[in-house]
């Protein structure tokens, strides 16, 4: 049951990441101590050969000087004087027979006896004798005399036992306010850590319960995680402008469509009310068709924005003679622009290609030169211009037409949007959105000038370079502004 009630705290991220960090702090402690113990015992250890070592020739020397009878009185001295320090001293005979021997009466007790049978090790090496009753060992260096007698000089560890004992009692207790500072450094850290992914969850979860205005809070310190964040609240951002879009889209398509749909109605019922008249059936089918027609080409052309905009729009990339193509253009409007005495110029010099979607260039030129002509009062003109700029090409639209105000501009990219002005007019209100998903999906941008009573001037620009596929992402952004 307890392991049960422990299991969502073992899957928590938090808990795990604490843990590993408190783990990773005591075992880096725990080595650290265990480095330096090691070092401790190893400089310690040293000292003491080098103690006995330096003990085992100075003694060597003095008795080649003075025989064991002069050794001993110097020893003597010492000892009563306490001028060095306590050492293990025994001087065999050639026999290994014990003939002197000293053992500092604080040391602890230990077996020397078995020296005498114990053979004579080479300088440099070091004998161990262990302590009846107690830890401590008795390290012992020994050396031959020219008259070959034995002297062995060594060194309890009692005293370097008792500082590393020491020393490991001090880090014992150091260890505990250690080990409880690596757990709650851990679990601070993993808080710390984890703080804007519990903020991710949180505005995930405010969401849900329907707060789309919910955002990640950016703590600008430039690391992943506050680059997650930012990516997090752009794709916010992002899906709440297109479902703002979406519900604006939907609001006008269900607004436009209302009128054809009731005027196939009306056409139909008054079809069906007609007796025996197949002139009046056929009028009313060419009506429904033409109705029907209108819709299926705001639907075709409401998918074709959506897939441009989504970055699905499929495009045929090929050279396009962009003179040729404004000239058709201009070509297909001039009998509708002589209609109403509107002058339609076009500049644009013979050499001036790019790689692009051909096709959907002509629809890009047919709905501005539409809207051009169609907002353009009887005598006004219309220019278009086509020219090459650093790796771009340029194509100007200007009219002399009834122009748009501040607000008309603001929203003439949105979809089915149609100003008050425009209402007398024929058409869907999506020409312009089409313009500019199509030129986005170019990588190029449009940009709108517009003034009431002067005119609207639409500058579209485009890559002269081909990209390197077929489909690639949405391009630049439209800018509006007022002339």
């Known amino acids: 049951m307890f392991s049960g009630a422990l299991d969502p705290l073992r899957k928590a991220i938090s808990f795990r990441l604490a843990l590993w960090y408190s783990a990773f702090f005591i075992l880096s402690t725990v080595s650290l101590f265990a480095l330096a113990y090691f070092l401790l015992a190893s400089t310690l250890r040293q000292h003491d050969r080098d103690d006995v070592e330096q003990r085992l020739h100075q003694l060597a ?25 306590p050492y293990f001293i025994r001087i065999a005979g050639p026999r290994n027979t014990t003939v002197f021997l000293q053992i500092p009466d604080q040391w602890a007790a230990f077996d020397v006896s078995k020296l005498e049978s114990a053979p004579v090790v080479d300088p440099g090496t070091l004998i161990r004798v262990p302590a009846k009753d107690d830890e401590a060992v008795l390290e012992i260096a020994g050396t031959r005399l020219p008259d070959g007698s034995i002297l062995q000089i060594g060194k309890s560890t009692e005293q370097r036992d008792s500082v590393l004992e020491s020393f490991g009692w001090i880090v014992a207790g150091v260890m505990v306010p250690l080990v409880l500072v690596g757990v709650l450094g851990g679990v601070f850290l993993a808080r710390r850590s984890l703080q804007p992914i519990r903020q991710l969850i949180g505005a995930v979860h405010a969401i849900e319960a329907g707060s789309m205005e919910a955002r990640v809070p950016i703590r600008e310190t430039g690391d ?38 009731a005027r196939i109605r009306g056409i139909a019922e008054l079809a069906l009310r007609s007796e025996g008249a197949p002139d009046r059936c056929q009028e009313a089918l060419a009506d429904c068709v033409e109705e029907s027609d209108q819709l299926l080409q705001m639907l075709n052309t409401l998918m074709d924005i959506s897939e441009a905009e989504t970055g699905t729009l499929r495009l045929h990339l090929e050279p396009v003679d962009m003179a040729k193509l404004l000239a058709d253009a201009v070509d297909l409007y001039q009998l509708v622009a002589e209609e109403k005495a509107i002058t339609v110029s076009i500049t644009a010099p013979q050499q ?46 200007a009219d002399t037409g009834i122009g748009m105000t501040p607000d008309e501009l603001s929203k003439s990219w949105d979809r089915l949007y149609r100003g008050d002005r425009s209402r007398s007019q024929r058409g869907l209100g999506l020409g312009l959105s089409l313009v500019k998903a199509v030129v986005e999906a170019h990588r190029g941008h449009v940009e709108a000038l517009s003034s009431p009573g002067v005119g609207s001037v639409f500058i579209v620009t485009l890559p002269v370079a081909p990209p390197d596929d077929k489909l690639f992402p949405l391009g630049g952004q439209s800018t509006l502004t007022r002339m």
């Open 224 to 261: 992943e995680l506050d680059e997650l964040g930012k990516l997090f609240n752009g794709m916010l951002n992002r899906i709440a402008t297109l479902i703002q879009g979406m519900r604006n889209a939907l609001d006008n398509v269900a607004h436009d469509l209302r009128t054809p749909v």
């Open 61 to 85: 020397a003095q008795y080649q000087a003075t025989d064991l009878a002069g050794l001993k009185k110097e020893l003597a001295l010492e000892t009563r004087l306490r001028k060095s320090k």
């Open 352 to 397: 001036l290609c790019l790689t692009a979607d051909r096709n959907r260039l002509r629809q890009v030129m047919a709905n501005l030169l539409d809207n051009a002509i169609k907002y353009t009062s009887e005598g006004g003109r219309v220019e278009v211009q086509g020219y090459a700029s650093q790796n771009m090409m340029v194509i100007r639209v």
